[in-house]
């Protein structure tokens, strides 16, 4: 049985008006100056297991955390700390700003030179790309939601994973790739019965 | 083993992990893992991949949409079986719909609000609408998605039956929470920097802001706390999805976040309704679907009070706020809200489904 003295809860030994940072100053220094020690001393001459060590160490742990969470959450709350790291930041993008114009303005002339393609040209040529995909993509999407409707209308609703398969095919659009990504979708003889099923 | 070389292991795992996705790259679908649930993809479009999911047994009439955040990939709403939101949904009867954001290249910094709403989203519901023979759909959004589903519903209120929203980021003038300040450090000139230069937010900025909250947590006490739990039965299966789902950040288009800054962030504008989607004012009165707005109480992402003002400025007459004792993630993973939380919202869309 522990006869570890207890020690009170830091609530009821602090008075309420105790400043946040002076109140973690004493969590910690409760759970390292006084608990730990005990602990430790239990240990060793009392031959105690090892429980109790891990108790007050964890607990030791914990008061540190939890200060630290403390005093990142009041720095982070702090007016003047978030003008600092606001502006730190738009420093950093204003540096990162700098540093691609100056190297666009070194190698704009070397790279045409060379007969090599710049940054430039290989972004807007990508970008170009990126625009015909996302046209091909929003021409199917617009493809693929009209073609839903009427193959929803001749299928039964008493037969959800059929509308599924149509539906994916209909998406698919006829194309090399199909869009079904799942688990559960009905294949070969079971497809087949599903589809006979639906035709009588 | 020590305690210290077992965390040290979980440390450098981390670490590496952390490593690789700077030099591979954030949030890539082919590294999702795999899929909880199954699932086919019914439509594709846009920057929309939109995946059903069958429901267990006999379906509810009114099909849901699940609408997760742009900023990661949406598979922390299927985890692995028994802690997946997707699974619980199929489970009690409804045949679910999730919208899979393809993550924006260099051509989509010019997407904003308009093209996710009222395209993308838009999109999406035509096809459930479709696919499912139905008029209306109810729709559930988390956290920016929340915010997407509110627009959405505003907009083109015809098409929602019910709306859930969870943990919703709605008024940004409430000051208590360190992501509160840290959010609104950079002004509208330096947005637009950020946006000139990079075109969309990178998803190493957005991983970094959100380790910067806590960093404590992500320095050594969340490895730590692997350390502690090992014994508990799958935790560390858990854990290893989880920190898979930390570094799954997407790319946010330019334009979106420049409106997220700018119009909501510094301006307030939805909860002064002054907000405008495509040229268009976005008056919430307009939204007339029943409403559930989920709290997490312990929310240090979103805050709690930033959500509440929802009721009072929506034209529903069916609408309520309902506050959960956890935190942001864990009203998605935890195996309390799992129990708890999420057959209270399919109560609430079964009592509102006929």
Known sequence: ?200 | MSAISSIAGFWMEGALRTLDAFTTGFGQASNDPPTATPYCVIYEGGKVRLRHYEAAGAAHHTPVLLIYSLIKRPFILDLMQGRSVVENLTRQGFDVYMIDWIPPVAADKNRGFHEYVDEDIANSVRAVQLHRGVEKVSIIGYCFGGLLALLYTALHPQNVKNLVTLTLPLDMSTRDLPIDFMSRMLSETGARMLVDTYGNVPPWMIFSFFNTLAPTHHLIDKFVGAHRSTERRGYLDMFKLFEKWLHSDVAFAGKIFLETNNDLGIHNALMKGTMKVGGVAVDLKKVVAAVMNVIGDKDDIVNPKSSEALPDLIGSEDKENFHYPTGHMGAAVSSDALKNLWPAIGGWLTQRDA
């Open chain 1, 1 to 200: 049985m522990s006869t570890r003295p207890q020690i009170k809860d830091a609530s009821t030994t602090q008075p309420a008006t105790m400043p946040a940072a002076m109140r973690s100053i004493v969590d910690i220094a409760e759970a390292l100056m006084i608990d730990l020690p005990i602990a430790v001393t239990k240990r060793v001459l009392a031959r105690t297991d090892e429980r109790e060590l891990n108790e007050a160490g964890w607990k030791a742990y914990d008061t540190i955390v939890k200060v630290a969470n403390d005093a990142t959450s009041r720095v982070y709350t702090n007016s003047i700390f978030g003008r600092v790291a606001g502006g730190a930041m738009e420093f950093a993008v204003r540096a990162q700003r700098l540093n691609t114009a100056l190297s666009s303005a070194i190698f704009a002339n070397l790279w045409p030179a060379l007969g090599l393609p710049t940054a430039a040209d290989v972004a807007s040529m990508r970008e170009e790309v990126s625009a015909m995909r996302a046209g091909l993509a929003d021409a199917r999407a617009a493809i693929a939601l009209a073609a839903i409707e009427p193959v929803q209308s001749r299928i039964p609703r008493d037969n959800p994973r059929f509308d599924v398969e149509t539906a994916m095919l209909s998406v698919a659009g006829g194309s090399q790739r199909p869009l079904y990504t799942g688990l559960a979708m009905p294949k070969g003889r079971e497809l087949a019965e599903m589809k006979g099923n639906v035709s009588n």
